[in-house]
Structures are given as structure tokens and as C-alpha cells.
């Protein structure tokens, strides 16, 4: 895997990164060669027919099988195999670089904060279609009148403490399991923070957001989130304190 300059946190302590894979082989050589050294990638297969699983496998990741299809089902199950103390989340489609969650989970590790978010910029037109966008601003909306988080994006990038995530007792399966990550996190007083990352034109074919079809379905899958009862908050992410917050 390609080294990571000024990147020295990615050998101090253990991390893993959950690729959740739907017929992704154009874009796994790219993505798996951008996984900071030392790191482990687990690919979660969830239905590929296009040979991922055994690319993957030959360029050195972890697979994990996922039979149940769904987003949030992929990303639970790798966050379920993951082994470190800090677990990263990516996209598998080349849209987003595996090499910038290095200062994520180096806030994480830092203790300076529990949850780090990557807001998508992007940087071709064609890269967050125009529906897409105007989705994902209407949640975080909605998002900030349920939590008070200044939050621009809910994307896919992330990192967190492995056990603290386990202790948020996801269940939302599908595309709503991002949300329900940062809603939880939020109900248990976590301290939530936003890094820019570009955001590029995937490889392939998109599954979710690329279609209205698509955009509609997740946009639904995470306003139920959104209208979930408050929970009795979980125990905050180990060895921090403090309320739940942002940077704008």
C-alpha cells in the first residue's frame, strides 16, 4: 500500500478502516493502495458479482461477507470484525481517499474529540449531483434542529472508538445508519467534529446517490432515523467529557 506522507500517527496505534464493497472492482486498486500503512482494510462484500471480493483479498484487505444487503448492514459488519481501538469508515467507490482519515482518527486518538465527520467537497460537477446535495443540506437541517449540531454533511467518512461505536447500539441497517451513528453520538454528549475532505467523481456506477430513485430512498431511511424517540443517552465514548459540538 502507497505511503502516506506526514503521516505518523498511522503507525502509533491501531487503526481499521471498514470499505463497505457493491461491485466495486474498478476502484478497489486505487482505494486499497490509498489505506495508510500499517492500517487494516476490511471490505465488506455486500452481493458483488464483479470479482471484489477476491480482488480485494489479492491486494491485501480483510473481506468480510455481508448477505443482508443495505449500507448500514455492510458497515456494521465491519465495524463488527474490526479488532482496533479506532475504526475509520469509507467509501469503497473512489470518491473519497483513504489516506486523508489519518488527522481523523489523530483527533480521536488526541482525545480531542469522539466522532469525526468528513464534509464532502466537492470538486467536479458531476461528482455530488445536484439532487444529492440539495438531500443531504435538508438533513443536516434537520439534524441540527434534533441535536444542535452545526453540521454541514453527513457523509460517509468517519472515525471513532470501536467500543464507544458498539455502545451506541446501531440498528438501522440501511442508509439511514449514518445518521443514527451522529444522532446517538449526539444524545450521549459526544463531541462531533467536521474536517473538509474533496470529494471526486466516483468509478462506476453509483448505487445510491447517482439516481433521484436512489437519493429519495435514502433521504427516507434517514428521516425515520430523525424521527426515532430521544433514547436514554449511552455512556460517552471512553476517556472524554463535555457536551456534543461542531465546528461550523
Not at 438531500?135 to 452545526?150: H, I, Q, S, V, Y
Not at 447500539?169 to 449514518?178: V, W
Request: aromatic fraction near 6%.
Amino acid at each position: 500500500m502507497k505511503p502516506v506522507t506526514d503521516s505518523p500517527s498511522a503507525t502509533t496505534y491501531a487503526v481499521n478502516v471498514v470499505l463497505p464493497c457493491l461491485d466495486e472492482a474498478e476502484a478497489l486498486p486505487w482505494v486499497l493502495e490509498r489505506v495508510p500503512p500499517g492500517w487494516r482494510a476490511i471490505v465488506v462484500d455486500n452481493g458483488s458479482t464483479d470479482g471484489s471480493p477476491a480482488l480485494a483479498r489479492a491486494l491485501g484487505a480483510t473481506v468480510v461477507t455481508e448477505p443482508r444487503r443495505g449500507f448500514g448492514a455492510a458497515c456494521h459488519a465491519g465495524l463488527l470484525a474490526a479488532d482496533a481501538d479506532i475504526v475509520c469508515f469509507c467509501d469503497c467507490d473512489g470518491s473519497l481517499d483513504p489516506a486523508l482519515l489519518v488527522p481523523f482518527a489523530a483527533q480521536v486518538a488526541a482525545d480531542e474529540a469522539d466522532l469525526v465527520l468528513g464534509r464532502r467537497r466537492p470538486r467536479s460537477r458531476d461528482a455530488w449531483p445536484p439532487h444529492a446535495r440539495a438531500g443531504n443540506f435538508a438533513l443536516a437541517r434537520m439534524l441540527r434542529r434534533r441535536t444542535g449540531l452545526r453540521l454541514h454533511d453527513l457523509g460517509p467518512m468517519r472515525a471513532a472508538r470501536r467500543e464507544a461505536l458498539l455502545a451506541l447500539d446501531l440498528t438501522d441497517r440501511r442508509s439511514g445508519y449514518p445518521l443514527q451513528m451522529v444522532v446517538r453520538a449526539a444524545d450521549a454528549g459526544w463531541r462531533v467534529r467536521e474536517r473538509d475532505v474533496p470529494y471526486l467523481s466516483r468509478t462506476g456506477k453509483s448505487k445510491v446517490t447517482g439516481t433521484w430513485r436512489g437519493t429519495w430512498h435514502a433521504v427516507r431511511d434517514m428521516r425515520a432515523v430523525l424521527r426515532e424517540t430521544p433514547r436514554t443517552p449511552a455512556p460517552p465514548a471512553p476517556t472524554t467529557t463535555g457536551p456534543a459540538e461542531a465546528h461550523r
